[in-house]
């Protein structure tokens, strides 16, 4: 067993998907966010590493073709163009179990301590469990998901309505205070990877481990 994994997590396992979002298309960085390196490692590397631990498969939700050497399965967004939530609805379409774990590729900070606390959490009475920072925004592209978010998911696309903060309104979400409860939270810690000057920032910051 992996050090700092309990035997339930592990045994558990096989009750997760992965979902490695990385769809964004990277324009102000020139380049699919996921295939960057960072300290030696490509960002999609480092998400694989964190979520593997936790779950039966990964899949990364992408149109990129490039992904298909990794050991991970592709899914391509079923409509074009509606950004994270079309991501999200495509992969809990393919994933073949209830329960999800999602990671966005370009949130470099999280780390598996992060997954470790989500799954101390009772997350089967939710749809879905996303950090709720200062008590002021969710992060939505962090945390778990249920399938039964699909048939809320597909009510909203069919009035074009994309927003993630709108689905939550309409389902049970565990709002994660992670200021008070967990113990690795730091203020850049679901910070995001936006443009070449936070590239460079971030590679002296990053600490280079799941």
């Given at each position: 067993m992996l050090p700092g994994y309990s035997t339930v997590q592990m045994e558990n396992k096989k009750l997760y998907t992965g979902i490695i979002l990385a769809g964004g298309k990277g324009i102000r960085l020139g380049t699919d966010k996921g295939l960057i390196e960072l300290n030696g490692r490509k960002l999609i590397e480092y998400a694989i590493d964190i979520l593997s631990p936790f779950c039966n498969e990964i899949i990364i939700s992408s149109n990129n073709p490039d992904y298909r050497i990794l050991p991970a399965r592709i899914v391509p967004d079923l409509a074009a163009g509606n950004g994270p939530m079309m991501g999200i609805y495509s992969s809990l379409k393919a994933s073949p179990t209830t329960a999800?774990?999602?990671?966005?590729v370009d949130n470099i900070f999280v780390t598996r301590?992060?997954?470790r606390y989500l799954l101390s959490l009772n997350l089967s009475a939710y749809h879905v469990a996303v950090p709720y920072v200062l008590n002021k925004y969710f992060e939505p592209l962090v945390g778990y998901y249920s399938t039964k978010c699909i048939p809320v998911m597909e009510q909203m696309m069919q009035e074009r309505n994309y927003k993630l903060p709108d689905l939550f309104s309409m389902i049970l979400v565990?709002?994660?205070m992670v200021e008070r409860d967990f113990p690795d939270f730091k203020q850049n810690y679901f910070q995001s990877?936006?443009?070449p000057?936070?590239?460079v920032m971030l590679k002296g910051l990053h600490p280079g481990r799941p």
């Open positions: 999800n774990l999602i990671l966005a301590g992060f997954f565990n709002k994660l990877l936006n443009n000057e936070d590239l």
